[in-house]
């Protein structure tokens, strides 16, 4: 079959034509590679271009040189990749066809070839191992496509084999079944019992891919269903997750979701009883200081906070913040969308905390003493400001002193 649709045809900028035109000229084929063409056959407009070659990595490096094309990003010549800048404009990403001679489940050892279905033979599933000439001809060694009008998720051959090459592909395929397929729990039994056989390999990944494709996801389609299905096959321990998940209250969270969708680590922790748990799986999958945090303080403060003036326990949680109040403000609202409270959220996002009235120097000329006993008095005084409804003035605040160093037992400095 010929492509020949506005997504196809708005890939050819005047440097995509050069580069062409530049393979031709030469007598190299070059055809565009795996996701895009995928993207391409559903009407997406991809967002990045994979390129596949019959050239050498050093043919290609000498037709480059000869037509004076600066090359970028040497670190990808060792796997086959160059990546020519046409008209000091655009980069692109041009790989030799090639086959694995050896894989320890990470990494592989590969060999060059001209063979372009031994190349797609290598790929992980059907939908990803199609080329597009840039004449739109489909080259599809695997029946990708007829496998994508489905929605279905099918690896190429044989799936264990496939796994063993790289055991994240384990994730990348629940990934694609988040993105690709219509229903929740249409996997291939023979699919499943293949992950299921290889799910220790995923110990040997990096804590940094796992987390990678896990984001991904936890924010995609089916994020509840495609988790319970992971965690059935024994993939939870192998990422970091403890080995009694907490489903009960990950599928109360995952049901009640509305319209907006959670945060991967909102809806991660639902699966964790406790800090400690959230901790371990940090360890393992080396998230970022504010994904960290997140999940810390989602754990700290799901539980009902029982107050008169239902708002007054999350608006002190960001007058009280120690970090960035716009990033508390953020978590405050997963812990409330964890909760699956949306009039107190609604209510939450109207309110934007006033400025504090005093400052510490006010308070040290009042003879108040730095460190931790200021921590404990600003606190304190911000409480109080908090349940007069923020109209609390300094001058209020101050008559108010004397009460509250007394109530800390702290004497103020003369």
């Not at 079959?1 to 007598?27: C, N, Q, R």
């Amino acid at each position: 079959m010929k492509l020949d649709t506005p997504e196809f045809k708005a890939l050819f900028s005047p440097e995509l034509t050069t580069l062409s035109s530049l393979f031709k000229e030469y007598g190299y084929e070059l055809r565009i590679a795996g996701g895009a063409v995928r993207d391409l056959l559903m009407k997406i407009q991809p967002k990045d271009l994979d390129f596949a070659t019959t050239a050498t990595p050093d043919q290609m490096k000498e037709m480059f040189n000869a037509e004076s094309i600066r090359m970028i990003n040497t670190k990808g010549e060792k796997h086959g990749t160059i990546t020519p800048r046409i008209n000091d404009k655009e980069n692109f990403e041009v790989t030799t066809l090639r086959i694995d001679v050896r894989t320890d489940g990470r990494h592989a050892d590969v060999e060059f070839t001209t063979d372009w279905k031994l190349d797609a033979n290598r790929r992980d599933l059907t939908i990803n191992s199609m080329f597009l000439g840039l004449d739109g001809t489909v080259y599809d060694y695997f029946g990708g496509y007829q496998d994508l009008l489905q929605r279905k998720l099918i690896f190429v051959g044989d799936a264990s084999t496939r796994i063993q090459e790289d055991y994240l592909r384990i994730l990348r395929y629940f990934r694609f079944y988040g993105r690709i397929a219509e229903h929740a729990n249409c996997h291939e039994e023979r699919t499943l019992q293949a992950i299921k056989e290889n799910v220790d390999g995923l110990s040997g990944i990096s804590g940094e891919r796992i987390w990678s494709e896990l984001e991904r996801i936890l924010r995609g389609n089916f994020a509840g269903d495609i988790m319970k299905i992971m965690l059935s096959l024994g993939i939870g321990p192998h990422i970091g997750l403890p080995v009694e998940p907490n489903l009960i209250e990950f599928d109360r969270v995952w049901n009640q979701q509305h319209v907006d969708r959670l945060h991967p680590i909102t809806l991660l922790v639902a699966l964790l009883r406790n800090q400690e748990e959230m901790m371990k799986f940090h360890a393992r999958v080396k998230l970022s200081a504010y994904q960290r945090d997140l999940g810390l303080f989602v754990i700290e403060h799901r539980q009902e906070k029982l107050s008169v003036n239902s708002l007054l326990p999350y608006q002190l949680l960001v007058v009280n913040s120690k970090g960035k109040v716009s990033d508390t403000r953020e978590w405050v609202i997963e812990v409330l969308k964890y909760r699956g409270d949306i009039s107190l959220r609604n209510e939450f996002e109207l309110w934007n905390m006033p400025k504090f009235p005093l400052s510490g120097n006010i308070l040290k000329e009042r003879g108040v003493q730095g460190g931790k006993i200021m921590g404990s008095v600003i606190q304190k005084l911000k409480q109080t400001w908090a349940e007069s409804n923020f109209t609390l003035s300094s001058e209020d605040l101050l008559k108010m002193l004397p009460d509250i160093l007394s109530e800390l037992d702290v004497k103020p400095k003369r």
